[in-house]
């Protein structure tokens, strides 16, 4: 909750791409990395990228790693993106659950898996510009300080903080671990598992929904990572001025929290095969 509050806080203006407040963000987010003793790729922390046609745009993506000790040269990713919208006019748009929680699960996540060596290796990407076309995932994927033959998963975070009105979370991807979702459904009644069309793009629960564009997951799914995505779905304050963290759901938080935490149990006692096998 305390990183959530400082991500969606007013000095951080909204954290749009190229913004200061995003730069106090990526310091903040670069200061927690450090405290958690994350190492860095030979870049350091910060993986700059342009994107956009003509007048280039800078984005800057907040990666680390923890060193597995069973499979150190097998990567799981873990992504959040810590860019939103900023201001219109005087309004800052605060993104507490988009995407200040899912950014602080990451971190809470490093947290708990470094307490323990864990078995595979753990990227943590903080993308930018994933509001404006998931730009700092598709740069780490263009760019990845390890061969993506080397990833075994992406795990995505966004929008933990906050129920849509069904009270759901939703977890896309998991149809080619059978296994996972046994593990999860009885412990989660409000997870929600949806099932993407494989190479296509809707999901079969919700025609409507355009999975690969939904989060920064898509960029992975498209270079043949196989993908899993937690993420909330959009509620009254989505993308206004109201998504602040007095409004984060704590128990909701609490639970996105053990569900990404059981589901990264249940991967650690997979082999590397089991979870690059390609999606069902
Ligand atoms: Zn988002």
Known sequence: MTDIETLSSAAMQGRKTGSAGAELARQFIIQRYTQLQLKAFSQGYQQVFNYGFGDKKAGSNVLGYLRGCRYPEHYVVVTAHYDHLGKQGRKIFHGADDNGSGVAVMLALAAKLRQNCPVYSYIFLATDAEENGLYGSKAFVA??????????????????????????????????????IAALEPAFSKLQFLHHRGPGRMVRDNPRYDWLNASDHGP????????LFF?????????????????IDKA?????????????????????????????
């Open 220 to 227: 992975f799914h498209r270079a043949g990572v196989a993908c």
């Open 143 to 180: 760019a990845a300080p390890v061969p993506l033959s080397n990833i075994v998963l992406n795990l995505n975070l966004d929008m933990l903080g906050r129920p849509d009105r069904r009270g759901r979370l939703y977890l896309t991807g998991a149809k080619r671990y059978p296994q996972l």
């Open 252 to 280: 909701f938080l609490d639970m996105a929290m053990q569900a990404v935490w059981h589901s990264v149990q249940w991967l650690e006692h997979q082999a590397p095969p089991t979870l690059q096998s390609p999606a069902a």
């Open 231 to 247: 993420g909330g779905q959009e509620h009254p304050h989505y993308h206004t001025p109201d998504d602040t963290w007095q409004r």
